[in-house]
Protein backbone atom coordinates (compact mmCIF):
# COMPACT_ATOMS: atom_id res chain seq x y z
CA UNK A 1 0.00 0.00 0.00
CA UNK A 2 1.13 3.03 -0.53
CA UNK A 3 2.18 6.20 1.67
CA UNK A 4 -0.77 8.30 0.38
CA UNK A 5 -3.02 5.20 0.61
CA UNK A 6 -2.14 4.79 4.02
CA UNK A 7 -2.82 8.31 5.00
CA UNK A 8 -6.14 8.36 3.56
CA UNK A 9 -7.36 4.67 4.63
CA UNK A 10 -6.18 5.90 8.23
CA UNK A 11 -8.02 9.49 8.29
CA UNK A 12 -11.15 7.90 6.85
CA UNK A 13 -10.61 5.35 9.83
CA UNK A 14 -11.01 8.52 12.27
CA UNK A 15 -13.38 9.68 10.76
CA UNK A 16 -15.60 6.70 10.54
CA UNK A 17 -14.52 6.40 14.74
CA UNK A 18 -15.97 9.40 15.37
CA UNK A 19 -12.94 11.90 15.77
CA UNK A 20 -14.33 15.23 15.27
CA UNK A 21 -10.64 17.20 15.94
CA UNK A 22 -7.48 16.61 14.95
CA UNK A 23 -4.41 18.58 15.08
CA UNK A 24 -1.04 18.92 12.82
CA UNK A 25 2.23 20.19 12.62
CA UNK A 26 2.97 20.22 9.32
CA UNK A 27 6.34 18.24 7.81
CA UNK A 28 7.68 16.55 4.95
CA UNK A 29 7.24 12.37 5.88
CA UNK A 30 3.78 13.32 7.23
CA UNK A 31 2.35 14.91 3.81
CA UNK A 32 0.46 12.55 3.02
CA UNK A 33 -1.18 12.55 6.12
CA UNK A 34 -1.43 16.37 5.83
CA UNK A 35 -3.07 16.36 2.91
CA UNK A 36 -5.75 13.79 3.66
CA UNK A 37 -6.68 15.81 6.43
CA UNK A 38 -6.87 19.13 4.82
CA UNK A 39 -9.11 17.41 2.64
CA UNK A 40 -11.24 15.78 5.61
CA UNK A 41 -11.21 19.43 7.21
CA UNK A 42 -12.89 20.87 4.12
CA UNK A 43 -15.16 18.41 3.69
CA UNK A 44 -16.64 18.92 7.75
CA UNK A 45 -15.90 15.52 8.33
CA UNK A 46 -13.40 16.97 11.08
CA UNK A 47 -12.06 19.97 12.07
CA UNK A 48 -8.34 20.37 11.50
CA UNK A 49 -5.61 22.53 13.87
CA UNK A 50 -2.47 23.40 12.20
CA UNK A 51 0.34 24.34 14.77
CA UNK A 52 4.28 24.47 13.90
CA UNK A 53 5.47 23.73 17.49
CA UNK A 54 4.98 20.22 18.28
CA UNK A 55 5.16 20.54 21.75
CA UNK A 56 2.18 23.16 21.86
CA UNK A 57 0.25 21.13 18.92
CA UNK A 58 0.53 17.72 21.55
CA UNK A 59 -1.12 19.94 24.51
CA UNK A 60 -3.97 21.44 22.28
CA UNK A 61 -4.83 17.89 21.15
CA UNK A 62 -4.82 16.87 25.46
CA UNK A 63 -6.91 20.12 25.86
CA UNK A 64 -9.52 19.09 23.44
CA UNK A 65 -9.47 15.48 24.56
CA UNK A 66 -9.22 16.33 28.23
CA UNK A 67 -12.82 18.55 28.22
CA UNK A 68 -14.25 16.47 25.14
CA UNK A 69 -13.22 12.67 27.03
CA UNK A 70 -12.97 11.95 22.86
CA UNK A 71 -9.84 10.68 21.47
CA UNK A 72 -7.79 13.38 19.52
CA UNK A 73 -4.95 12.56 17.16
CA UNK A 74 -2.26 14.87 17.01
CA UNK A 75 0.26 13.98 13.62
CA UNK A 76 3.86 14.89 13.09
CA UNK A 77 6.44 13.99 11.30
CA UNK A 78 9.43 12.01 11.64
CA UNK A 79 12.81 12.73 14.35
CA UNK A 80 13.03 15.29 16.84
CA UNK A 81 9.04 16.19 15.85
CA UNK A 82 8.46 13.24 18.02
CA UNK A 83 10.18 13.88 20.75
CA UNK A 84 8.19 17.31 21.29
CA UNK A 85 5.37 15.60 22.07
CA UNK A 86 6.53 13.85 24.91
CA UNK A 87 5.54 16.32 27.94
CA UNK A 88 1.79 15.88 26.75
CA UNK A 89 1.98 12.23 26.04
CA UNK A 90 3.07 11.61 29.47
CA UNK A 91 0.66 13.78 31.11
CA UNK A 92 -1.97 11.74 28.90
CA UNK A 93 -0.80 9.04 29.96
CA UNK A 94 -0.67 9.86 33.94
CA UNK A 95 -4.07 11.63 33.48
CA UNK A 96 -6.21 8.29 31.85
CA UNK A 97 -6.31 11.01 28.28
CA UNK A 98 -7.14 9.61 25.61
CA UNK A 99 -4.38 11.28 23.12
CA UNK A 100 -3.34 9.38 20.13
CA UNK A 101 -0.38 10.27 18.65
CA UNK A 102 0.37 9.79 15.43
CA UNK A 103 4.10 9.73 14.13
CA UNK A 104 5.61 9.60 10.20
CA UNK A 105 8.24 7.29 10.16
CA UNK A 106 10.91 6.41 7.50
CA UNK A 107 11.16 3.05 6.31
CA UNK A 108 12.69 0.52 8.60
CA UNK A 109 15.89 -0.06 6.57
CA UNK A 110 17.09 3.64 7.13
CA UNK A 111 17.26 3.15 10.70
CA UNK A 112 20.66 3.51 11.92
CA UNK A 113 21.82 4.81 8.58
CA UNK A 114 22.73 8.47 8.51
CA UNK A 115 19.74 9.02 6.62
CA UNK A 116 17.81 12.51 7.12
CA UNK A 117 15.70 13.19 10.42
CA UNK A 118 15.53 9.27 10.95
CA UNK A 119 15.98 8.00 14.64
CA UNK A 120 14.51 5.28 17.08
CA UNK A 121 10.78 6.64 17.67
CA UNK A 122 9.45 3.21 18.19
CA UNK A 123 7.72 3.43 21.36
CA UNK A 124 9.58 6.74 22.23
CA UNK A 125 6.64 7.01 25.19
CA UNK A 126 6.93 3.85 27.39
CA UNK A 127 3.76 3.39 29.22
CA UNK A 128 2.05 4.33 25.79
CA UNK A 129 0.13 1.73 23.88
CA UNK A 130 1.99 1.55 20.66
CA UNK A 131 1.50 0.08 17.39
CA UNK A 132 2.86 0.26 13.61
CA UNK A 133 -0.24 -0.76 11.93
CA UNK A 134 -2.98 1.87 10.09
CA UNK A 135 -5.50 -0.50 10.86
CA UNK A 136 -5.15 -0.61 14.46
CA UNK A 137 -6.44 3.31 15.48
CA UNK A 138 -9.49 2.31 16.31
CA UNK A 139 -7.47 -0.36 18.79
CA UNK A 140 -5.48 2.26 20.42
CA UNK A 141 -8.66 4.46 20.68
CA UNK A 142 -10.79 1.87 22.08
CA UNK A 143 -8.38 1.07 24.71
CA UNK A 144 -8.18 4.64 26.12
CA UNK A 145 -6.01 6.78 27.36
CA UNK A 146 -3.03 7.45 25.84
CA UNK A 147 -1.58 5.71 22.43
CA UNK A 148 1.02 6.07 19.71
CA UNK A 149 0.61 4.78 16.29
CA UNK A 150 3.82 5.19 14.45
CA UNK A 151 3.57 4.75 10.30
CA UNK A 152 6.50 3.52 8.34
CA UNK A 153 5.86 6.08 5.17
CA UNK A 154 7.81 5.60 1.93
CA UNK A 155 8.54 7.59 -1.21
CA UNK A 156 6.68 8.60 -3.23
CA UNK A 157 4.75 10.56 -0.58
CA UNK A 158 2.52 12.40 -2.18
CA UNK A 159 0.55 10.83 -5.14
CA UNK A 160 -2.23 11.58 -7.13
CA UNK A 161 -5.33 9.33 -6.72
CA UNK A 162 -9.44 9.71 -5.81
CA UNK A 163 -9.95 10.67 -2.31
CA UNK A 164 -12.41 8.34 -0.84
CA UNK A 165 -12.86 9.61 2.92
CA UNK A 166 -16.34 8.10 3.54
CA UNK A 167 -18.89 10.12 5.74
CA UNK A 168 -18.50 8.42 9.21
CA UNK A 169 -21.06 7.64 12.32
CA UNK A 170 -20.04 9.86 15.53
CA UNK A 171 -19.08 7.62 18.02
CA UNK A 172 -17.79 9.19 21.44
CA UNK A 173 -15.12 7.60 22.81
CA UNK A 174 -15.06 7.66 26.64
CA UNK A 175 -12.35 8.37 28.27
CA UNK A 176 -13.45 5.87 30.94
CA UNK A 177 -17.18 5.18 32.12
CA UNK A 178 -17.71 5.19 35.89
CA UNK A 179 -17.23 1.79 37.57
CA UNK A 180 -19.93 -0.17 38.72
CA UNK A 181 -20.76 -0.36 42.71
CA UNK A 182 -19.79 -2.62 44.55
CA UNK A 183 -21.58 -3.54 48.36
CA UNK A 184 -22.02 -0.89 50.83
CA UNK A 185 -19.47 0.40 52.77
CA UNK A 186 -20.59 -0.94 56.63
CA UNK A 187 -22.20 2.05 58.50
CA UNK A 188 -19.72 3.26 61.93
CA UNK A 189 -16.38 5.13 61.41
CA UNK A 190 -16.08 8.45 61.55
CA UNK A 191 -15.52 8.99 57.28
CA UNK A 192 -14.22 11.89 55.12
CA UNK A 193 -14.50 11.50 51.42
CA UNK A 194 -11.79 12.74 49.63
CA UNK A 195 -11.92 13.62 45.87
CA UNK A 196 -9.18 14.28 43.84
CA UNK A 197 -8.40 15.32 40.12
CA UNK A 198 -11.41 13.72 37.68
CA UNK A 199 -13.38 12.01 40.98
CA UNK A 200 -16.43 13.22 39.54
CA UNK A 201 -19.92 13.10 40.60
CA UNK A 202 -19.88 9.38 42.35
CA UNK A 203 -17.52 11.25 45.13
CA UNK A 204 -20.21 13.79 45.53
CA UNK A 205 -22.79 11.67 45.49
CA UNK A 206 -21.53 9.28 48.11
CA UNK A 207 -20.48 12.40 50.60
CA UNK A 208 -24.12 13.33 50.20
CA UNK A 209 -25.98 9.89 50.81
CA UNK A 210 -23.62 9.02 53.90
CA UNK A 211 -23.58 12.15 55.29
CA UNK A 212 -19.89 12.29 55.03
CA UNK A 213 -17.38 16.21 54.96
CA UNK A 214 -16.50 16.15 51.17
CA UNK A 215 -12.67 17.22 51.08
CA UNK A 216 -12.98 17.65 47.26
CA UNK A 217 -10.04 19.63 44.84
CA UNK A 218 -11.26 22.51 42.59
CA UNK A 219 -10.73 19.82 39.42
CA UNK A 220 -12.73 16.74 41.08
CA UNK A 221 -15.79 17.63 39.52
CA UNK A 222 -17.37 16.94 42.65
CA UNK A 223 -16.63 20.13 44.41
CA UNK A 224 -20.12 21.42 44.09
CA UNK A 225 -22.94 21.18 46.91
CA UNK A 226 -22.22 20.70 50.39
CA UNK A 227 -18.33 19.97 49.29
CA UNK A 228 -15.89 22.24 52.15
CA UNK A 229 -14.09 24.91 51.19
CA UNK A 230 -10.80 25.19 53.81
CA UNK A 231 -10.20 21.45 54.39
CA UNK A 232 -6.68 21.33 53.82
CA UNK A 233 -6.27 23.53 56.26
CA UNK A 234 -8.86 21.86 59.24
CA UNK A 235 -6.47 18.75 58.67
CA UNK A 236 -3.71 20.58 59.55
CA UNK A 237 -5.27 22.48 62.76
CA UNK A 238 -8.83 20.80 63.32
CA UNK A 239 -8.89 18.32 66.18
CA UNK A 240 -11.54 16.87 63.53
CA UNK A 241 -8.42 15.44 61.73
CA UNK A 242 -7.71 13.42 64.43
CA UNK A 243 -11.18 11.85 64.69
CA UNK A 244 -10.87 10.63 61.06
CA UNK A 245 -11.31 6.74 61.18
CA UNK A 246 -12.20 5.85 57.45
CA UNK A 247 -11.24 8.15 54.46
CA UNK A 248 -12.73 6.80 51.26
CA UNK A 249 -10.88 8.61 47.81
CA UNK A 250 -12.17 9.20 44.27
CA UNK A 251 -9.69 10.38 41.23
CA UNK A 252 -5.70 11.50 41.74
CA UNK A 253 -5.33 13.73 44.94
CA UNK A 254 -2.10 15.24 44.82
CA UNK A 255 -2.60 19.05 45.36
CA UNK A 256 -2.20 19.31 48.87
CA UNK A 257 0.25 17.73 51.56
CA UNK A 258 -2.32 17.64 54.01
CA UNK A 259 -4.87 14.77 51.85
CA UNK A 260 -1.33 13.22 50.88
CA UNK A 261 -0.44 12.40 54.39
CA UNK A 262 -4.12 11.97 55.08
CA UNK A 263 -3.99 9.21 52.38
CA UNK A 264 -0.61 7.64 53.83
CA UNK A 265 -1.63 6.98 57.67
CA UNK A 266 -1.51 3.32 58.56
CA UNK A 267 -3.78 3.49 61.43
CA UNK A 268 -6.79 3.81 59.76
CA UNK A 269 -8.92 2.39 57.27
CA UNK A 270 -8.42 3.50 53.36
CA UNK A 271 -10.88 3.03 50.65
CA UNK A 272 -9.49 3.66 46.67
CA UNK A 273 -11.65 4.11 44.38
CA UNK A 274 -9.51 3.30 41.50
CA UNK A 275 -6.10 1.45 41.21
CA UNK A 276 -2.59 2.28 42.84
CA UNK A 277 -1.86 4.50 39.63
CA UNK A 278 -3.88 6.84 41.13
CA UNK A 279 -3.80 6.91 44.63
CA UNK A 280 -0.56 9.18 45.80
CA UNK A 281 1.35 7.38 48.29
CA UNK A 282 2.57 4.26 48.71
CA UNK A 283 -0.68 1.73 49.96
CA UNK A 284 -0.35 -0.39 53.09
CA UNK A 285 -2.37 -3.11 54.05
CA UNK A 286 -5.18 -0.65 55.79
CA UNK A 287 -5.90 0.51 51.64
CA UNK A 288 -7.85 -1.14 49.82
CA UNK A 289 -8.72 -0.44 45.97
CA UNK A 290 -12.29 -1.26 44.67
CA UNK A 291 -14.16 -0.41 41.50
CA UNK A 292 -16.82 1.31 42.81
CA UNK A 293 -18.71 1.68 46.57
CA UNK A 294 -22.58 2.51 47.48
CA UNK A 295 -23.32 4.39 50.64
CA UNK A 296 -25.55 2.98 53.39
CA UNK A 297 -27.15 4.43 55.94
CA UNK A 298 -26.56 7.91 56.45
CA UNK A 299 -24.24 8.25 59.33
CA UNK A 300 -23.98 10.24 62.74
CA UNK A 301 -25.35 13.93 61.17
CA UNK A 302 -23.21 15.29 63.95
CA UNK A 303 -20.13 14.49 62.45
CA UNK A 304 -20.76 16.12 59.22
CA UNK A 305 -21.91 19.43 61.04
CA UNK A 306 -18.70 19.12 62.72
CA UNK A 307 -16.52 19.46 60.09
CA UNK A 308 -19.28 22.35 58.01
CA UNK A 309 -18.89 24.45 61.20
CA UNK A 310 -15.43 24.44 61.71
CA UNK A 311 -15.32 24.74 57.82
CA UNK A 312 -17.86 27.85 57.81
CA UNK A 313 -15.07 29.57 60.93
CA UNK A 314 -11.99 28.87 58.74
CA UNK A 315 -13.56 30.49 55.50
CA UNK A 316 -14.41 33.86 57.55
CA UNK A 317 -10.83 33.75 59.06
CA UNK A 318 -9.49 33.64 55.38
CA UNK A 319 -11.57 35.82 53.75
CA UNK A 320 -11.10 38.63 56.11
CA UNK A 321 -6.98 38.62 55.35
CA UNK A 322 -6.93 37.72 51.82
CA UNK A 323 -8.61 40.80 50.44
CA UNK A 324 -5.87 42.65 47.43
CA UNK A 325 -3.28 39.37 47.62
CA UNK A 326 -3.47 36.16 45.39
CA UNK A 327 -6.22 34.88 46.78
CA UNK A 328 -8.51 37.48 45.80
CA UNK A 329 -7.68 36.77 42.10
CA UNK A 330 -8.87 33.46 42.69
CA UNK A 331 -12.01 34.08 44.16
CA UNK A 332 -12.82 36.12 41.34
CA UNK A 333 -12.12 33.69 38.88
CA UNK A 334 -13.92 30.81 40.69
CA UNK A 335 -17.09 33.51 41.02
CA UNK A 336 -16.44 34.50 37.33
CA UNK A 337 -17.53 31.07 35.87
CA UNK A 338 -21.02 30.94 34.49
CA UNK A 339 -23.43 27.72 34.18
CA UNK A 340 -21.93 25.60 31.93
CA UNK A 341 -18.48 27.66 31.52
CA UNK A 342 -15.20 26.17 31.59
CA UNK A 343 -12.07 27.12 33.84
CA UNK A 344 -8.97 25.26 32.70
CA UNK A 345 -6.01 26.18 35.58
CA UNK A 346 -2.35 26.29 35.82
CA UNK A 347 -0.56 24.35 38.10
CA UNK A 348 1.81 26.33 40.89
CA UNK A 349 -0.20 28.56 42.92
CA UNK A 350 -3.11 29.15 41.10
CA UNK A 351 -4.73 25.93 41.86
CA UNK A 352 -3.46 25.90 45.47
CA UNK A 353 -4.74 29.11 45.52
CA UNK A 354 -8.74 28.16 44.34
CA UNK A 355 -8.25 25.59 46.42
CA UNK A 356 -8.33 27.24 49.52
CA UNK A 357 -11.02 29.88 48.23
CA UNK A 358 -13.25 28.52 46.02
CA UNK A 359 -16.53 28.48 47.02
CA UNK A 360 -18.91 24.77 45.31
CA UNK A 361 -20.97 25.70 42.97
CA UNK A 362 -24.59 24.36 43.05
CA UNK A 363 -25.34 21.00 41.68
CA UNK A 364 -26.67 20.80 37.78
CA UNK A 365 -24.86 23.65 36.37
CA UNK A 366 -22.50 22.12 34.44
CA UNK A 367 -19.33 24.23 34.92
CA UNK A 368 -16.43 22.39 33.88
CA UNK A 369 -12.71 22.96 36.21
CA UNK A 370 -10.14 21.27 34.74
CA UNK A 371 -6.53 21.16 35.11
CA UNK A 372 -3.06 19.27 33.64
CA UNK A 373 -2.86 17.35 37.09
CA UNK A 374 -1.85 13.67 35.44
CA UNK A 375 2.11 15.31 36.35
CA UNK A 376 1.17 18.76 37.29
CA UNK A 377 3.99 20.35 35.03
CA UNK A 378 3.27 23.94 33.69
CA UNK A 379 4.27 23.36 30.30
CA UNK A 380 1.71 23.72 27.66
CA UNK A 381 -1.32 25.24 29.61
CA UNK A 382 -1.95 27.46 27.64
CA UNK A 383 -2.56 25.38 24.33
CA UNK A 384 -4.16 22.47 26.60
CA UNK A 385 -6.73 26.07 27.75
CA UNK A 386 -6.82 26.95 24.12
CA UNK A 387 -7.74 23.18 23.10
CA UNK A 388 -10.55 22.59 25.95
CA UNK A 389 -12.06 25.76 25.10
CA UNK A 390 -12.61 24.54 21.48
CA UNK A 391 -13.78 21.63 22.36
CA UNK A 392 -16.74 22.99 24.71
CA UNK A 393 -19.57 24.82 23.43
CA UNK A 394 -19.26 27.38 26.46
CA UNK A 395 -20.82 30.66 27.51
CA UNK A 396 -17.36 31.62 29.04
CA UNK A 397 -13.83 30.14 29.10
CA UNK A 398 -11.00 31.21 31.48
CA UNK A 399 -7.71 30.34 32.16
CA UNK A 400 -6.26 31.03 35.16
CA UNK A 401 -2.41 30.62 35.20
CA UNK A 402 0.96 32.43 36.62
CA UNK A 403 3.47 34.37 34.99
CA UNK A 404 6.28 31.51 34.52
CA UNK A 405 3.40 29.32 33.30
CA UNK A 406 2.30 31.91 30.86
CA UNK A 407 5.61 32.56 29.63
CA UNK A 408 6.66 28.99 29.69
CA UNK A 409 3.55 27.91 27.66
CA UNK A 410 3.84 31.54 25.05
CA UNK A 411 4.17 29.84 21.99
CA UNK A 412 0.44 28.41 23.11
CA UNK A 413 -0.99 31.82 21.20
CA UNK A 414 1.08 31.14 17.66
CA UNK A 415 -1.35 30.37 16.01
CA UNK A 416 -1.90 31.25 12.25
CA UNK A 417 -4.49 32.84 10.18
CA UNK A 418 -8.16 31.09 9.63
CA UNK A 419 -7.30 29.14 12.43
CA UNK A 420 -10.08 28.30 14.81
CA UNK A 421 -9.79 30.44 17.80
CA UNK A 422 -11.86 30.25 21.36
CA UNK A 423 -13.43 33.10 23.42
CA UNK A 424 -11.35 32.57 26.21
CA UNK A 425 -9.53 34.74 28.59
CA UNK A 426 -6.58 34.44 29.90
CA UNK A 427 -5.80 35.55 33.84
CA UNK A 428 -2.14 35.84 34.61
CA UNK A 429 -2.04 36.26 38.39
CA UNK A 430 1.75 38.33 37.71
CA UNK A 431 4.09 38.11 40.13
CA UNK A 432 7.10 37.92 38.55
CA UNK A 433 8.41 34.54 39.55
CA UNK A 434 7.50 31.16 41.26
CA UNK A 435 6.15 32.45 44.65
CA UNK A 436 5.12 29.06 45.76
CA UNK A 437 8.65 28.23 46.03
CA UNK A 438 8.56 30.57 48.89
CA UNK A 439 6.10 28.12 50.74
CA UNK A 440 8.40 25.51 50.87
CA UNK A 441 11.38 24.35 52.80
CA UNK A 442 13.82 26.23 50.15
CA UNK A 443 11.59 29.41 50.71
CA UNK A 444 12.56 30.07 54.69
CA UNK A 445 15.33 32.60 55.53
CA UNK A 446 18.20 30.69 56.26
CA UNK A 447 17.83 30.06 51.92
CA UNK A 448 17.27 33.80 51.13
CA UNK A 449 21.06 34.23 49.65
CA UNK A 450 19.80 31.96 46.61
CA UNK A 451 16.47 31.72 47.10
CA UNK A 452 15.74 34.55 44.20
CA UNK A 453 18.16 33.37 41.42
CA UNK A 454 17.52 28.91 41.95
CA UNK A 455 14.57 29.44 43.09
CA UNK A 456 11.79 32.61 42.69
CA UNK A 457 13.66 32.87 39.17
CA UNK A 458 12.35 36.13 38.38
CA UNK A 459 12.22 37.05 34.59
CA UNK A 460 11.40 40.79 34.17
CA UNK A 461 9.28 40.05 31.01
CA UNK A 462 7.04 42.23 29.57
CA UNK A 463 4.18 40.13 29.39
CA UNK A 464 2.00 42.89 27.38
CA UNK A 465 4.74 43.24 24.76
CA UNK A 466 4.73 39.70 24.18
CA UNK A 467 1.17 39.41 23.38
CA UNK A 468 1.51 42.39 21.29
CA UNK A 469 4.18 40.24 19.58
CA UNK A 470 1.33 37.65 19.08
CA UNK A 471 -1.73 40.30 18.61
CA UNK A 472 -3.25 39.07 21.80
CA UNK A 473 -5.41 42.27 23.35
CA UNK A 474 -3.98 42.74 26.89
CA UNK A 475 -4.93 44.63 30.11
CA UNK A 476 -3.43 45.30 33.27
CA UNK A 477 -5.95 45.11 35.74
CA UNK A 478 -6.15 45.29 39.68
CA UNK A 479 -7.24 42.46 41.58
CA UNK A 480 -10.59 44.37 43.24
CA UNK A 481 -11.11 45.05 39.43
CA UNK A 482 -10.68 41.71 38.20
CA UNK A 483 -14.20 40.66 38.71
CA UNK A 484 -15.69 43.82 37.03
CA UNK A 485 -13.16 43.50 33.92
CA UNK A 486 -14.45 39.13 33.94
CA UNK A 487 -17.66 40.76 32.51
CA UNK A 488 -16.76 41.83 29.67
CA UNK A 489 -18.04 40.53 26.62
CA UNK A 490 -15.22 38.57 24.95
CA UNK A 491 -14.51 37.82 21.40
CA UNK A 492 -11.63 35.60 20.97
CA UNK A 493 -8.19 35.77 23.03
CA UNK A 494 -7.70 38.16 25.50
CA UNK A 495 -5.29 38.68 28.30
CA UNK A 496 -5.79 39.90 31.94
CA UNK A 497 -2.41 40.80 34.02
CA UNK A 498 -3.14 41.43 37.55
CA UNK A 499 -0.32 42.30 39.34
CA UNK A 500 0.01 40.37 42.65
CA UNK A 501 2.81 40.81 45.12
CA UNK A 502 5.06 37.63 46.40
CA UNK A 503 7.66 39.10 49.25
CA UNK A 504 5.11 38.59 51.88
CA UNK A 505 3.23 34.94 50.81
CA UNK A 506 5.14 33.07 52.80
CA UNK A 507 4.02 35.72 55.86
CA UNK A 508 0.60 36.05 54.52
CA UNK A 509 0.29 31.94 54.48
CA UNK A 510 1.45 31.98 58.46
CA UNK A 511 -0.89 34.55 59.00
CA UNK A 512 -3.63 32.70 57.26
CA UNK A 513 -2.61 29.73 58.99
CA UNK A 514 -2.74 31.10 62.96
CA UNK A 515 -6.12 32.78 62.38
CA UNK A 516 -7.88 29.54 61.09
CA UNK A 517 -6.06 27.49 63.76
CA UNK A 518 -7.52 30.62 66.53
CA UNK A 519 -11.25 29.96 64.97
CA UNK A 520 -11.88 26.98 64.86
CA UNK A 521 -10.61 26.12 68.09
CA UNK A 522 -13.07 29.04 69.75
Given at each position: ????E????L?????????????????????????A??????R?L?????????R????????????S?????V?T??????????????E??????????????????????????????????????????????????G???????N?????????????????G?P??????????????????????????????Q??????????????????????????L?A??????????????E??????????S??????L???????????????????????????????????????????????????????????????Y?????????????GL????????????????????????????????????D?T???????A????????????G??????????????????????????????????????E??????????????A????????A???G?R???R???????A?????????????????????????????????????Q?
Open positions: MSSTVARRVRDMIGLGTREAVLSPGSRSGPLALLAEADHALRLHVRVDEEAAFLALGMAKARRAVPITSGTAVANLHPAMLALHAGVPLIAVTADRPARLRGTGANQTTEQRRIFPGVWFSEDPADFAGLVRGGAGHLLELDEPLIEPSELDLGAENKCEQRSDPPAESPLPNGPRTVVVAGDDARPARILARDAGWPLLAEPTSGSRNGAAVYRLLLDHSPLAAQIRVVSFGHATLRPITRLSRTDIEIVHIGTPETFPAQAGPNVRFVTGLESGLPQDPAWLEAWRSADSRATAAIDALTPGTPEVARSVNAAVPPGLFVGSSNPIRDLDLVARPYPVGEKRLVIANRGLAGIGLSSAIGALSRPSSQAIAYVDLTFLHGSNGLLIGPGEPVPDLTIVVASDDGGSIFTTLQGAPEHAASFERVYTPTRADIGLCAYIPHIVAAAELAALEDPVAGLRVLEVPVDRTARRELVARIAASVAAAIL
